[in-house]
C-alpha cells in the first residue's frame, strides 16, 4: 500500500474498531450465536456487508442527507427502541430457564430466523446510522481521491475483522457455558444491555 493511503487506512480502521466494540445489540447477538456455533459464518458477513454498505453511503455523502431528514430518524429510533425491548424480554425468559450448552443447541434459531433476527440488529438500530453513516461519513471529508477510499477500507476492515473475531472466538468460552449458570449471566446480561439500549433510544423523544 502506498505511503500516503496508509494513514488514511488505519485511520479509518482504529475509527470503525473504537465505534463496533462497544457493547450493544449486535455484538450480543453474535457472541451468543458463536457460542452455540450456529449460522456464524453468514451472520457475520451479514453484519460486516451491512456495516461496509453503510460506510459506503456515508462516505458517498448520504449522511448528510439522513442528518436532514428527522422523521426518518425519529421511526427508525421508535422501531429500534420497541424491537430491542422485545428482545430483551425473551433475553430474560430464558435466563429464567438456563440450560447448558448442548441442550441450547438444540433449542437455536433456524438459519432464516437467526438472519431476521440480525438484519433487525442491524437495521432498527439508529446508532449503527449515526456511527456508520454520520460520524464515518461525515469524518471522510476530511480526505480527497484515494485517500477517502482508503478511510472507507479501514473502517469497512475493522468490521470484518472484528464481528469474525468475536463470532468464533466465542467458541474459546465454551467450557464455561457447559454450565447453566453461565447461560443465566449472560441472558441476564444481554438483556440488561437490550433494555439499556431501548430506554436510551426512547431518552431522545423526552
Do not use: E
Request: hydrophobic share 60%.
Amino acid at each position: 500500500m502506498d505511503d500516503a493511503l496508509y494513514s488514511p487506512f488505519l485511520a479509518g480502521l482504529f475509527l470503525g474498531g473504537s465505534l463496533i466494540i462497544a457493547i450493544g445489540a449486535q455484538n450480543a447477538f453474535i457472541l451468543r450465536q458463536g457460542l452455540l456455533r450456529q449460522h456464524v459464518f453468514i451472520l457475520c458477513l451479514i453484519c460486516s456487508l451491512s456495516d461496509a454498505v453503510l460506510i459506503a453511503a456515508g462516505v458517498a455523502g448520504l449522511g448528510t442527507l439522513v442528518a436532514r431528514s428527522p422523521v426518518m430518524i425519529s421511526v427508525v429510533t421508535l422501531g429500534g427502541a420497541v424491537f430491542l425491548f422485545a428482545y430483551a424480554v425473551m433475553a430474560f425468559r430464558r435466563a429464567l430457564h438456563p440450560d447448558a450448552l448442548h441442550a441450547a443447541k438444540g433449542g437455536a434459531k433456524g438459519l432464516k430466523a437467526a438472519v431476521a433476527t440480525c438484519l433487525a440488529f442491524t437495521f432498527l438500530n439508529p446508532h449503527v446510522y449515526l456511527d456508520t453513516v454520520l460520524l464515518v461519513g461525515s469524518l471522510s471529508g476530511a480526505y480527497r481521491g484515494a485517500a477517502r477510499t482508503s478511510f472507507a477500507a479501514g473502517a469497512v476492515a475493522a468490521s470484518f475483522l472484528w464481528f469474525y473475531g468475536l463470532g468464533y472466538g466465542a467458541r474459546l468460552l465454551q467450557p464455561v457455558f457447559a454450565r447453566p449458570r453461565a447461560w443465566r449471566v449472560l441472558d441476564s446480561l444481554i438483556g440488561l444491555v437490550m433494555a439499556a439500549l431501548g430506554l436510551s433510544l426512547l431518552a431522545r423523544f423526552v
